[in-house]
């Protein structure tokens, strides 16, 4: 039985068990759409209306925690996924990747229909579009944005986040045809863009958008700044590694580089050691030619200014390319022409000959470099060759001097040493011996002197000047055709005319001198006669040959027998009678021609011929007489020249 005294059990009251509810409900994570249901239930209960309004209070605090939780919950996800994509972008090292990570992962988190990403261009003042997540649009891909043009214009130019609900219908932007146009055929709605930021610099945007429009909550904001952070540290450490990369790769390419040229040089340096080596121990221009073929790998020809070869190595006879020459003449450095390496050896601007290197159709920039100091050391031995056979011209030409002077030059001539000094030289004088003299313009004769030594050389005889005409005594005894020879090779070699005057043979040192004195006077026979640039010996000269070269005391007593009163005329009256008749003669007996040729009236020549026939009598010109006044203008002439004076050296001996 119950007692009384004791209180009666009650209910808990009603207020307070829907409060026990929605603390249970909410430790148990439930949605909050149940929680809002629990004022019905408690009316449902039957519940007084001051029961009901205590439980709706409570049910709305009971939301607002839920809220709060959640948020808790979703900003705990968003850090844990900002943490994971922070991760996920420290281990990527390519920019390219570290970008599609980026739009991909702000894509999935903010749930978006399509992410991209631009990135500023500060040439071109504009952002382009990089990357796309999601796009389908060729025209959006390819957007570039000038700077204030755009939502993403707008950020990259202020730095500040925008957000769009309807980017096509907000006037808050500048709208171009070209971003409405793209944004357009993607379809998009909603969008937003926050900015890369690297401390100060802005290097593009990042953006989220929709196909529908989309209120961005200002959590959605904040999530894609933090991303954008993220994205910005790991693309500029994505940039430094490539840089990084670069520089080595660069300095890796610079290091080999320099490797190699450290080779070259070396290589460079020991060949030019072993090559100036060879020259310094007196070797021929055959070893040096064989050196450097072996340190070429190829075949090697040496040549002279003319093309003959001087030496060869591994290789069949070649001649040097003309082309090939010429432009290594030109920028001084080998050529490849006609299939051969080519290089001038130089001294200076001085020709001294070439190289040629066969088998090798490629050189490698070191090679060549070689094969040009090879041209140099080339040029060194040629020129240390030249300057002993300089010294060795000389004491020929001093010898050959001597010869030509005759017993008359000194009283202490002695042609038995003569002989001696000759035959220690090589020059046997007791053999036939042709002398030749040779003239040129007077610019080229140390080059005639030059070409003539060597061809000398070559004959095996002397070479010198006298009274500044270049002299030849070689081995022979056929001067017609030595003095051919030598007026078309030599002039071949000048490019000019050389005309050789050539006598003999004569044995022994007491017959040179006679064929000198010969020798001079064919020459000036030849330019008298306008034989200029050909070569001969007194035979090739006719009838003047034999006056030339038979007994010569009464030559100048025919011409004053003959041409005596004309030639006295125009001595003492300044007159020109004498010249009107080489023009006479020259020009056929052609009054009229003559008178073209003295550049005066057809008059003048009649009374000038009347004054010679007064001085030489009135058959002057008769066939009887005729013949010999020309040959005694001839003589006239090989004596002396046309303005009277001697023709030069020897010319008194006629």
Known sequence: MADPTRPAHRSPAP???????????????????????????????????????????????????????????????????????????????????????????????????????????????????????????????????GMGEGLGGLVAQTARPYASTDYRTDQRFLHTGAIDGGVAEEGLRGILGVPLRLGEEIIGVLFAANRTPREFTPDAIDLLGSLAAHAAVAIDSARLLEETRSTLVRLEAANETARAHSAALHRASDAHDRLTKLVLRGAGIDDVAAEIAALLGGGLSVHDTDGSELARAHTDPVTPSTAGLAASHTDGRAAFADGVWTCAVLAGTEPLGSIVLTGRTELTEPDRRLFERAALVTALLLLLRRSVAEAEDRVRGELLDDLLAGPDSSPHWDSGSLTLRARRLGVHLGR???????????????????????????????????????????????????????????????????????????????????????????????????????????????????????????????????????????????????????????????????KDALHVHVNTVVQRLDRVAQLLGPDWNSPAHALETQLALRLDRLTRGTDGSPLGPGADAL
């Open 15 to 145: 207020a307070a068990a829907s409060v026990h509810r929605l603390l249970d409900l909410l430790a148990a994570g439930a949605p909050a759409e149940e929680l809002a249901a629990e004022p019905a239930r408690t009316r449902a209960d039957g519940a007084d209306a001051g029961t009901v309004e205590q439980v709706a209070e409570a049910t709305e605090v009971a939301l607002a925690v839920r809220r709060a939780l959640d948020q808790h919950l979703r900003r705990e996800a968003e850090l844990s996924a900002l943490f994971d994509t922070a991760g996920d972008l420290a281990g990527l090292r390519d920019l390219d990747a570290v970008l599609r990570a980026i739009v991909r992962r702000a894509r999935a988190l903010l749930g978006a229909d399509v992410a991209y990403l631009t990135l500023n261009d500060p040439a071109a003042h504009d952002t382009f579009m990089r990357v796309t997540e999601g796009s389908v649009s060729a025209a959006f891909q390819q957007l570039r944005l």
């Open 432 to 594: 036939p011996h042709i002398v030749a003299v040779l003239g040129c313009e007077p610019q080229l004769r140390s080059r005639l002197a030059a070409e003539t030594a060597r061809t000398a050389r070559g004959l095996g005889g002397l070479t010198g000047t006298r009274h500044g005409q270049v002299v030849l005594l070689a081995p022979g005894d056929r001067p017609g055709d030595l003095a051919h020879t030598l007026a078309a090779d030599l002039g071949r070699a000048l490019a000019a005319p050389v005309t050789v005057g050539a006598a003999g043979p004569g044995a022994g040192p007491d017959e040179l001198p006679a064929s000198h004195a010969e020798a001079v006077r064919c020459l000036q026979a030849l330019h008298a006669l306008g034989r200029t640039g050909e070569g001969a010996d007194i035979a090739d000269l006719g009838f003047v040959g034999i006056l030339l070269g038979g007994d010569r005391s009464d030559v100048s007593s025919y011409v004053q027998r003959i041409l005596g009163p004309v030639l006295a005329y125009d001595a003492e009256r300044g007159t020109e009678l004498m010249r009107t008749l080489h023009a006479y003669y020259d020009h056929g007996s052609s009054l009229a021609r003559a």
